[in-house]
């Protein structure tokens, strides 16, 4: 089971070292707009993003695990919690709150009341239809798939479009069993 | 009460004109703050003249044109932010409050990545805060 | 610091405060005068002034100085009063709408840049009219009664010889006319020193007569007092000067010439003297005089310290005396006015320090006196006299100040004193640098009267421009504040002026809405003063002003087109930014030896369709790269750079237009600008509305706009275009131009008109899009300019091609039978045709018998007899290129339809490239062959996604399971699995259960999945192997998966599915490693079961055929083997251990001879097992959607690795292989041979006897050396497992 995540995920938080937080949304604002520079199409900036995210969350789901002593998740509904909790609160210092539980128990939302990401970030005209974060729905696509889940991640709400929150709709794809599929007999 | 707020680029290039008035009179504001900017130079260009203390960043009183009176802030980067008020008296320490506020907002607004550095400011963040900042000239250090 | 005596301000002191004199003459001296053209006064005027008049002076102080400058001022007593309000707006005003028509012919001079308008000095840019009209301000304060400089000092009595009783006339001249109001209100001494002067006519009369007279004035009036003046002494009027002193005097500007024509030098001579004398030996003696008498007269009464006591008491007394406003408060001889007439003395003789004290001492008399007007006129002098002292400029500003506001507080009554007092002092700061303050000073002048207010400002706005350092962005506010004020007073010209001066400071500044309200105005302005040219210049400027409001872009643009109107011109503009060209996107296409068969297929990059022309273009051209270099020979060398295009074809030009306002715009008559020229006449181009370049310069011009565009529609043809663009639209436009006739063609630019009254025009040739080729966006590396130069070649025929009924989406596998229709719309032939096409795995030629077969049917089994079984052979498809036969290439008026094979292949949007490649008949033309270029994009949804696993059958040899899963990728597509093939000649296959059992079987709905199970088996037996060729057909096996029987099995042999097969071979090769002969490929057909069947334009497929290539078979190895015997077996085991006797079939499937040695191993160690498991699951890739079994790939490790897996429950082996360990045995070529095995067991229980392996190797060491080396010369295999159970038997059964 993992442990009380909200806590731990503050305890992670309050251990792991930092940068300093203007230099880090800075950052990711000048990523952004280098790519919107290179490929000029939006959506092909939406995909990269999430390529890059994707790519981080590969890495960062082994860091995830090492640090926060976080034990074999029995459901997806607990893996949403951890990332809630304990994920967001490590590596963005926010923590997300988890709703809209399909009926199925495979489609929930991580919704995210603030964003380190998009402090002083506005959007122009030109680039509406850009999903400003959408490295995030990579990266958590991205370590879940490392913990053998394929999942879908999309943006529901988003702060940069006017609305009053993120939302963020993880969507349980596909459980991988993680023990070895093949058996010698026929 | 404040007429207009603008912000001025380090090659004198309006970045930001806000007027507050009812009335059509942009041309003539735009013509104020234009030529404040003179004054401004004028007292980065001999400080000591002007009795202005080095990395000060308030100006002070620019100049009092006809039934105006017009206040100046340079940043380090040269970027001026001009005040235009009908305030028969101000008190600089009420301006003062207002320019750091504004500094702050401008600072914000130019961290906006998809903001060019040295081109208009057309955040509209922006605009609703320096609004709000405007309406509250004045009453910070009434009391 | 400059000496003062010498200042601007001096000078204007000069003129204004000096000795005034009445002037009394009788109309007789008039008119003598009048033959110069000049009255009394303007005669004289010249020589009244001295500049170095040498006068010794002594005033109050003892010791002497000498007088330099020196200036009479001559009234006539008429004048000498204060000027009527209107009269002096007039003269203003006259002089402003002078200086105005001077100057209006440098309105449209160039305009000036801000850095030259700063390093210019001010004299030339401050306009110089400026003097007149403070001057004339000045004049207009003169004569008050509250200070005493302009109270005449002496008066001049002139009568000339020719009167009758001289000497009476000069006694009522005084006392009968109307003297001025100064000398009778007592408000000026009238005792005044007469000076008597006889003007004589040497016209008329003699001169005795007027000796005479002058002898008896002497007796009356005194000998030194009287003087003769002789003039028009010159016989005729004809007296020429070079300078002429009086033009200068007189500012109405009438012929020069007659001005003193009948003076002579005597004449002027005697003026000279005249006056000289006059100042000199009466003027200045009077004023010694009465300075000093009136000093001695102060000094008696108000110095000292017991007169001041007295004198302040004395005015307390007399506050209470009410005083009358109406009445002078100060009479000529009270003290104040005496002290007063003594500091203007003192101040007219230039002795500045007597006149400041008496100032001084009289200033505060009159301040208690609350003597405003006193008060302000006598700070005034104050602060004058301390500046032309010199020192202490403090007090000098601070007494003008104080002046100022005095009057200013006195009120309107004083507006012209304030007007002057300002001035001065404006003048007293500029002549100290103080500009800035000078600056101020103006603006305080400038009060509600708005002529003065506009010209005081426009001084403020010159001071500012003076100031170090200049203050332009002030200089700029101040002329446009003036400017209106201008405006306001219609004084346009100036308004204009000052307009364009403000223009230098705002112009290239990002201060737009400044600018564009200054070029607005001054648009307009113009407009109004007629110059329509100017007015349009500027107001284009602020056409494009996205960034104003929408009300002012309406206004705007409705003054331009209400300006347009007015010059009732249609004007041409270069570079109209109304509606903006965005130069990156303009693109040229053209077709000189390639053709296009859609515009999309023109946007393919060349790169690409030349590596797929590569093989067809003839190889005479070496570089293909550049067609042109292959004519170089034909062409001439002019034109070797140019592009080649063909008579009676279109060039295309792509413009894209962007509308910067909000508001909607209407554009018309958009076309492009040509210049064509045959060959014949090169000299002379046949232009067509063209620039040149000298245009270019002057941006506009107006034409005619009548038969431009039609000027010579016999060499070619232009499109028109017209669009109506809302606001912010970009709008892209197609033009075309069509060249008729042979010669050269050069794209010029692009015309357009806006809302039918402005044309506008813009050059291709303008850097931004050199640069923007030189990126490469048009053909090759040459500059646009080049690239805008066509050579016009005679028609060649150019082929039509099109692919009919060709799907937009397609489902994966999707099999069609296509037409391809090619027209050739010209007389002329073309022969032998060529046609390549770049994915032949989705599109191939097909035999053109096809066409009237109807498909799919023909392909069904049963026809085959029908037509002649055409097999793929290797050459067609070897080499992509195809070639028409003759017979169709050599004659056709009809269109010519060929059939083609579309298959989808792969999923995802695929774009097909066709190039048809054709000659012309005619060798005479320069164009041997063109291509016609064909592309089509087609998107391609999954459909069926299948994947197949081979896995030996156990039990028998030769024969495999094979699984095959098939899932339904589509959201709404129902499938049925039709049959499934297996290529190759060795290859049975079957159901594995027969068919019907479930009627459902094949039948895929939408999403759904199936997998069902096949027996393959191989029929590759001794024999069959020599001749392969023949037992091609036989071999193949097709399994139907559906049950109705009326469908026959399609025949997979055939074209076209051998055709993709062989494709798809090639395509999956790569990715498949090498194909040893244990490969099978499985084709896989199905139907799509549409209902909505109705209607032609059917988007569902009809046949799907999915190819798998290369799938593996079971074991890699070429030895099978198989092993039988008892399944299970009952034993006692009482009676010892029990002995099974088991059989092992070893299979050779090789060609050559292989030895087999079968090891069998009693026990295995632990630890390779573990380390079999690792290295296994290492050896497993991606795991795979649709088969939930994997393919077993029977490599010695994954054997192991099972071995340990299933060995794992027991610790030790139970039983052991008794008989040899180790059997060796050849096998020959595709043989079998048979081996007995057994085993002992000691206990019961299920046993794995897979712990043995097989060992094999090739005997053919002597032919082994053929050429493959490649391939494996021998293996080892682990057992298969196979597992036995062994019970106990019971004695009672028996």
Redesign the interface.
């Known amino acids: 089971m993992a442990p009380a995540a909200p806590k731990s995920g503050d305890v992670i938080f309050a251990s792991v070292d930092r940068v300093n937080a203007e230099l880090f949304t800075l950052t990711y604002g000048a990523i952004v707009r280098q790519l919107i520079t290179d490929l000029e199409e939006v959506e092909e900036v939406n995909k990269q993003l999430d390529q890059m995210g994707y790519n981080i969350g590969v890495r960062l789901v082994d860091e995830f695990l090492a640090k926060s002593s976080v034990s074999r998740c029995v459901d997806f509904r607990e893996t949403a919690d951890v990332i809630a909790k304990v994920g967001f609160k490590m590596f963005l210092g926010v923590t997300a709150s988890v709703t809209n539980w399909d009926a199925d128990g495979t489609t929930c939302s991580l919704i995210l009341e603030d964003n380190p990401l998009v402090d002083f970030v506005e959007l122009p005209d030109t680039c509406q239809g850009l999903h400003y974060c959408n490295i995030l729905s990579g990266v958590v696509r991205g370590a879940l798939e490392m913990v053998s889940m394929k999942t879908e991640v999309t943006w529901l709400r988003d702060m940069l479009r006017g609305d009053d929150v993120f939302e963020l709709q993880v969507k349980l794809l596909k459980q991988v069993p993680e023990e070895y599929p093949y058996k010698d007999d026929e | 009460m404040i007429v207009c707020v603008a912000v001025v680029g380090h ?4 970045l930001y ?1 806000q007027s507050f008035t009812k009335a059509d009179d ?2 003539k504001l ?2 104020i703050v ?2 404040s ?2 004054v401004v ?2 007292r980065v ?1 001999n400080p000591k003249k002007s009795g202005l203390i080095i990395n000060e960043t308030f100006l002070g009183l620019l100049n009092p044109t006809e039934n105006y009176k017009v206040y100046g802030y340079l940043t380090n980067t040269k970027v001026k932010f001009i005040l235009v008020t009908t305030d028969l008296e101000v008190r600089d320490a009420d301006a003062r409050v207002f320019f750091g506020r504004f500094h702050t907002a401008y600072v ?2 130019v ?4 903001h060019i550095p040295g081109k208009k400011i ?4 922006f605009a609703e805060r320096v609004s709000t900042i405007v309406k509250s000239f004045g009453l910070s250090s009434s009391s | 610091m400059v000496d003062p005596a010498n200042t601007k301000l001096d000078r204007m002191l000069l003129d204004q405060i000096s000795p005034a004199v009445m002037v009394l003459r009788t109309p007789l001296v008039e008119d003598s005068c009048r033959r110069n053209d000049l009255s009394l006064i303007e005669m004289l005027a010249p020589y009244s002034t001295f500049n170095n008049i040498d006068v010794p002076v002594r005033t109050a102080s003892d010791q002497p100085y000498r007088l330099r400058k020196f200036k009479l001022r001559l009234f006539y007593n008429s004048d000498i009063r204060q000027r009527s309000a209107e009269a002096a707006k007039e003269r203003l005003k006259q002089v402003i709408t002078h200086a105005g028509d001077k100057n209006i012919s440098e309105l449209c001079s160039r305009q000036a840049e801000i850095e030259s308008v700063i390093t210019t000095a001010a004299q030339e840019l401050v306009p110089s009219w400026f003097q007149n009209f403070n001057k004339e301000l000045i004049d207009a304060a003169a004569f008050s009664e509250h200070e005493a400089f302009d109270h005449p000092v002496a008066c001049l009595v002139a009568v000339s010889s020719k009167d009758k009783d001289p000497i009476g006339k000069f006694v009522d001249l005084f006392n009968t006319t109307q003297l001025p109001h100064l000398l009778n209100d007592g408000s000026m001494d009238p005792k005044i020193l007469k000076y008597y002067l006889l003007v004589h006519d040497n016209q008329e009369g003699m001169l005795e007569k007027a000796t005479g007279i002058l002898a008896e004035m002497r007796r009356t009036f005194g000998a030194s007092d009287c003087r003769l003046l002789c003039i028009n002494s010159s016989v005729n009027g004809t007296e020429e000067y070079q300078q002429n002193s009086w033009a200068s005097h007189k500012n109405s500007a009438s012929n020069e010439k007659q001005f003193g024509c009948f003076l002579n030098k005597d004449d002027i001579e005697e003026l000279r003297n005249t006056m000289h004398d006059f100042s000199s030996k009466h003027i200045i003696p009077h004023m010694e005089l009465k300075i000093r008498v009136l000093n001695q007269q102060v000094s008696a009464t108000r110095k000292g310290f017991r007169n001041q006591i007295k004198n302040l008491w004395w005015r307390k007394g007399k506050d209470d005396v009410p005083e009358n406003p109406s009445a002078p408060m100060y009479t000529f001889n009270s003290t104040e006015s005496q002290i007063r007439v003594l500091g203007d003395y003192a101040f007219m003789l230039r002795d500045y320090e007597l006149a400041l004290s008496n100032y001084r001492l009289i200033s505060t008399d009159y301040k208690l006196d609350k003597a405003l007007k006193h008060y302000a006129g006598v700070q005034e002098m104050m602060g004058l006299a301390y500046f032309m002292l010199d020192q202490s400029r403090k007090d000098a500003e601070y007494c003008m100040e104080n002046a100022f506001t005095t009057y200013a507080k006195i009120g309107s009554s004083c507006g012209r004193n304030v007007t002057r007092c300002g001035i001065w002092w404006a003048e007293m700061l500029k002549a100290r640098d103080q500009y800035k303050d000078a600056a101020g000073v103006y603006f305080r002048i400038s009060g509600e009267e708005p002529l003065n207010s506009a010209v005081m400002l426009e001084q403020a706005a010159y001071c500012f421009l003076m100031s170090t350092p200049a203050m332009l962005r002030k200089y700029g506010f101040h002329l446009v504040l003036s400017g209106d004020l201008y405006r306001k007073c219609d004084q346009i010209k100036h308004a204009v002026r000052t307009y364009r001066g403000a223009l230098s400071v705002f112009k290239g500044t990002a201060w737009s809405h400044i600018r564009d309200h200054v070029h607005f105005h001054i648009g307009k302005w113009y407009a109004i003063l007629g110059m329509f040219d100017e007015g349009i210049k500027h107001v284009l400027e602020v056409l494009a002003c996205g960034h104003q409001a929408k009300l002012t872009q309406e206004l705007f643009l409705r003054e331009f087109f209400q300006i347009i109107q007015e010059t009732g011109k249609t004007f041409e503009v270069l570079r109209l930014q109304l509606p903006v060209i965005n130069f990156p996107s303009i693109e040229v296409v053209f077709e000189d030896h390639r053709t296009y068969a859609s515009p999309a297929a023109a946007n393919v990059e060349e790169s690409l369709w030349q590596a797929l022309e590569e093989e067809m273009t003839p190889s005479v051209a070496g570089l293909k790269s550049n067609w042109l270099e292959l004519q170089s020979k034909i062409l001439p060398k002019k034109y070797k750079e140019s592009n080649v295009c063909i008579a009676g074809e279109a060039i295309k030009v792509a413009v894209s237009f962007r509308n910067p306002l909000q508001i909607p715009i209407s554009v018309s008559n958009v076309s492009l600008i040509c210049k064509h020229s045959t060959e014949c006449d090169k000299s002379e181009p046949a232009s067509n509305g063209s620039l040149d370049e000298e245009k270019n310069d002057k941006g506009l011009r107006t034409v005619a706009v009548t038969g431009e565009t039609s000027a010579d529609a016999s060499l070619f043809d232009l499109s028109e275009v017209n669009i109506s663009m809302q606001g912010g639209e970009t709008v892209l436009v197609q033009l075309t131009v069509t060249p008729k006739v042979e010669g050269t063609l050069k794209l010029v630019g692009v015309r357009w008109k806006l809302s039918g009254s402005v044309i506008g025009i813009c050059n291709f040739q303008s850097d931004v899009v050199r640069k923007k080729v030189a990126k490469g966006k048009i053909k090759r590396k040459k500059s646009l300019k080049d690239n805008l130069e066509f050579l016009v070649i005679k028609s060649v025929p150019r082929l039509e091609g099109t692919i009919h009924s060709l799907p937009q989406t397609v489902y994966t596998g999707d099999l069609r039978c296509l037409t391809m229709e090619l027209r050739n719309p010209s007389k002329t032939p073309v022969k032998n045709l060529k046609m390549k096409i770049s994915h032949p795995r989705f599109l191939d030629i097909a035999d053109q018998e096809v066409m009237n077969l109807e498909f799919p049917t023909f392909l069904k089994k049963q026809t085959i007899s029908s037509r002649s079984c055409t097999t793929l052979d290797a050459s067609k498809t070897a080499k992509t290129v195809f070639l028409f036969p003759k017979d169709i290439a050599s004659s056709w008026q009809t269109p010519v339809k060929w059939p083609l094979w579309f298959r989808a292949a792969a999923s995802g949007s695929i774009s097909l490239y066709i190039t048809i490649y054709y000659e012309t008949e005619d060798v005479s033309s320069i164009i041997k062959y063109r291509t016609l270029r064909i592309h089509y994009n087609v998107e391609v949804l999954p459909s069926l996604e299948v994947s197949y696993r081979i896995s030996p059958s156990p039990s028998r040899l030769h024969e495999f399971l094979v699984r095959m899963d098939a899932t339904n990728k589509t959201s709404s597509e129902n499938f049925q699995v039709h049959q499934l093939s297996c290529v190759g000649d060795q290859w049975e296959l079957a159901l594995l259960q027969p068919i019907g059992s479930d009627l459902s079987l094949g039948f895929l709905m939408a999403g759904q999945s199936l997998s069902c199970f096949f027996r393959l088996k191989n029929c590759k037996t001794r024999g069959s192997t020599e001749d392969k060729m023949s037992s091609l057909a036989k071999g193949i096996a097709d399994v139907r998966l559906v049950d109705s029987e009326s469908s026959g099995l399609f025949d997979t042999s055939v074209s076209p599915f051998d055709l993709f097969h062989h494709h798809e071979r090639l395509h999956q090769e790569r990715h498949g490693q090498g194909d040893d002969g244990n490969t099978v490929d499985f084709i896989l057909i199905a139907e799509s079961q549409d209902d909505s069947d109705t209607g032609p334009p059917r988007t569902t497929p009809e046949i799907l055929s999915h190819y798998a290539c290369h799938c593996r078979i079971g074991s890699s190895s070429p030895v099978w083997w198989s092993m039988d015997g008892p399944r299970s077996v009952r034993h006692d085991f009482s009676s010892g251990f029990c002995e099974i006797n088991l059989n092992m079939t070893v299979y050779n499937s090789l060609e050559d001879a292989v030895s087999v040695r079968i090891n069998t191993l009693d026990s295995l160690p632990r630890s390779n097992s573990i380390t079999n498991t690792a290295s296994v699951s290492g050896y497993e890739h991606g795991w795979h959607d649709t088969s939930h079994l994997t393919d077993a790939k029977v490599t010695p490790d994954s054997m192991g690795g099972r071995v340990g897996k299933a060995l794992s429950p027991e610790s030790v082996s139970p039983f052991i292989w008794s008989g040899t360990c180790s059997t060796r045995f050849n096998l020959e070529p595709l043989s079998s041979a048979e081996v007995p095995l057994q085993i002992s067991v000691f206990c019961q229980g299920t046993f794995d006897l897979s712990n043995y392996s097989l060992q094999w190797n090739l005997l053919s060491g002597d032919r082994g050396d053929d050429g493959n080396e490649s391939r494996v010369r021998s293996g080892s295999c682990h057992g298969r497992p196979y597992h036995i159970t062994v019970l106990q038997k019971n004695k009672a059964e028996i």
């Open positions: 090659q004198n290039n309006p004109i942009s041309l735009h013509h234009h030529c900017l003179d130079d004028e260009n914000n607004a961290s906006n990545p998809f057309t955040s509209r963040k």
